[in-house]
């Protein structure tokens, strides 16, 4: 019962969205961290995700059923009742809320429920099954863990913030298409409108890489902006690159788009976590802060 539960809340999405959490904190933290702030915010996103996810999970469960990937899940097979569920994903997300408010500041709270709004109420109930631009606003909520993190320590949207929402929403788009290419037959069963069943796999291919091209130019700003450092740069430029390329690659994949997308999934997963690991570590320090440090 207890693992019924926990799977309702979607483990490996939170753990994902944490990794980014930790990205946008230490990014913003340049090196000073406050180490029970950053607790709080893990523990508050954390909440708020598992939530959404759980409420996702009771939304979805007519699709589900007709999803090869997803048939098993637990709300499908009666595992743990649809009133259960629900009041597990509502206590969860008042609690993500007030820890996040209390622990950390109101603005991380207010961005959290944003992107939780945007996540259940637009997403899920509607954008998802009703049109084509569901992707793309669901990219949104999906890019706040980052921004949350980040403005946990800043306490306000500036322009890192900004980028970070940037990086993070364009990179879900590539992503979330080379699921819906490779998993191609789930979504037309399901009858969900995404980008490769509506329009085709090759506007889908286009899409991809026009959508690449502007994740880089994205994750380039926060060296150029001041935020990280060249190492950073080097490395976003990097997989930024090489990602295009398998991207540019499925143009002549045309027999194998099964194959060609689960790959481009794969290493969108290692470019954005590599990406989370070097703002962590290659942040740059203002200029003011040097100087008082030297003297």
């Not at 180490?35 to 999970?57: D, K, Q, R």
């Not at 609690?95 to 109420?121: D, E």
């Not at 788009?257 to 962590?280: C, E, G, P, Q, Y």
């Amino acid at each position: 019962m207890v693992k019924s539960y926990l799977q309702v809340t979607k483990p490996g999405i939170i753990v994902g969205n944490l990794i980014s959490v930790v990205g946008g904190f230490l990014l913003a933290a340049k090196g000073h961290l406050d180490h029970m702030l950053f607790i709080y915010t893990l523990i508050g996103v954390s909440l708020v995700v598992a939530s959404g996810c759980a409420f996702n999970n009771l939304i979805d469960r007519d699709i589900d059923r007709k999803m090869e990937r997803t048939k098993n899940r637990v709300l499908v097979k009666g595992l743990i009742s649809v009133q259960a569920a629900f009041v597990l994903a509502t206590v969860l997300g008042i609690l993500g809320f007030v820890t996040l408010y209390f622990g950390a500041n109101p603005l991380a709270m207010w961005l959290a429920v944003m992107g939780f709004m945007v996540y259940v109420f637009v997403y899920s109930l509607y954008m998802k099954r009703h049109s084509v631009y569901g992707t793309l606003i669901g990219s949104l909520s999906g890019a706040a863990p980052p921004v949350i993190g980040y403005c946990a320590v800043s306490n306000e949207f500036d322009a890192g913030a900004l980028i970070l929402l940037a990086i993070f929403s364009l990179w879900q788009m590539p992503h979330s298409y080379a699921i819906a290419i490779f998993r191609f037959k789930d979504y037309q069963t399901a009858n969900i409108p995404v980008l490769p069943v509506v329009k085709g796999i090759a506007v889908a291919k286009h899409h991809i890489m026009l959508y690449i091209i502007a994740f880089m130019f994205a994750a380039l700003m926060l060296s150029i902006g001041g935020y990280a450092g060249y190492k950073y740069l080097v490395v976003a430029m990097t997989v930024s690159l090489w990602w295009l390329c398998m991207a540019l690659s499925g143009y002549k994949a045309e027999n194998n788009d099964h194959i060609w997308a689960r790959k481009l999934f794969v290493f969108s997963i290692i470019t954005i976590f590599t990406l989370n690991i070097m703002m962590s570590i290659d942040f740059m320090v203002p200029a003011h802060t040097v100087v008082s440090l030297a003297n």
